[in-house]
């Protein structure tokens, strides 16, 4: 019965990896640009919220939704006013710029007041609760993970193919020149992908807050997304959260079942497995693009 626990727990942790990774692979199929602060924008994501809920003391729902509007507007600006100077520019250029992003906001968390470089804790209305059945015990903020990811991802599969600005979003990574022939405006799919993205980003750190609190170095689990995104296919969306999936739960049994120091190795060594064996990916987006 532990092991179901440990891997239900890897499952949850997954999830978060894979709305990380999730992030990563909208901006990269969108602009060609890895977005190595997505990690910090999560981190961001958790303070904001963590001051609509703790400390403003706003309903829960509508903490959510202010933190994912903020996040979301966070990461238009960010593209319009700073990414789109760059872009034609070597890919050298915009890889320098997120990571320099991600040191900057690491940084600028500390200088805000109340939030600084303590660990804060953010309190779910479900947390220290647990589902208990059959002799398993499975805490509800995991429950709450995966609900939520489930329920985004099924959001966003909506988004794509049932509404006009998703199929114009996905023309738009797929072919931008043939795109602007037919009347898309790119740039302004270009800004809305990137918000997307950060407000993907801003869930995931309201969904990880609970489980790891919020400080300053929480991004650092982009450390473990980005693998995600590369074992299952780096232009892949529904690769990103499987991914996430593999490296949560082969993360988390390789912490139950092997001696330590293993946990931290293990989804390494699969992305290296992986790589090997399918280069591409589990999930390696097809080469050819339709408009």
Request: net charge positive.
């Amino acid at each position: 019965m532990e092991l179901v626990q440990v891997a239900v727990s890897g499952v949850a942790i997954g999830c978060i990896y894979g709305l990380v990774a999730l992030g990563f692979v909208l901006i990269y199929k969108a602009t060609e640009v890895v977005n190595f602060a997505q990690g910090d924008v999560m981190m961001v994501g958790g303070f904001v919220a963590y001051t609509f809920f703790s400390i403003w003391h706003l309903a829960f729902g509508l903490a959510v939704l202010a933190t994912i509007a903020v996040m979301a507007a966070f990461g238009a600006l960010f593209e319009r006013f700073v990414l789109r100077h760059i872009l034609g520019q070597p890919a050298f250029s915009a890889v320098m710029v997120t990571i320099g992003t991600g040191y900057a906001l690491r940084g600028l968390v500390t200088m805000v007041p109340g939030w600084g470089t303590e660990t804060r804790l953010l309190k779910m209305p479900f947390s220290a609760t647990f589902l208990r059945g059959g002799g398993v015990s499975i805490a509800m903020d995991h429950v709450a993970i995966i609900i939520t990811t489930a329920a985004l991802c099924l959001s966003l599969y909506l988004l794509f193919k049932r509404t006009r600005v998703g199929i114009a979003m996905q023309a738009a990574s797929q072919n931008q020149l043939a795109a602007f022939y037919v009347g898309i405006p790119v740039q302004v799919m270009h800004t809305l992908i990137w918000a997307i993205a950060a407000g993907i980003a801003a869930v995931a750190g309201i969904l990880l807050a609970p489980i790891t609190f919020v400080h300053n170095n929480m991004g650092l689990i982009a450390l473990n997304a980005f693998p995600a995104a590369v074992v299952g296919g780096f232009g892949s969306i529904p690769g990103a959260l499987v991914g996430g999936l593999i490296i949560g739960v082969v993360e988390s049994m390789a912490g139950y079942l092997l001696p330590e120091g293993f946990k931290a190795v293990a989804p390494h060594l699969v992305v290296l497995l992986v790589l090997i064996v399918r280069p591409s990916g589990i999930f390696s987006a097809m080469r050819k693009k339709k408009v």
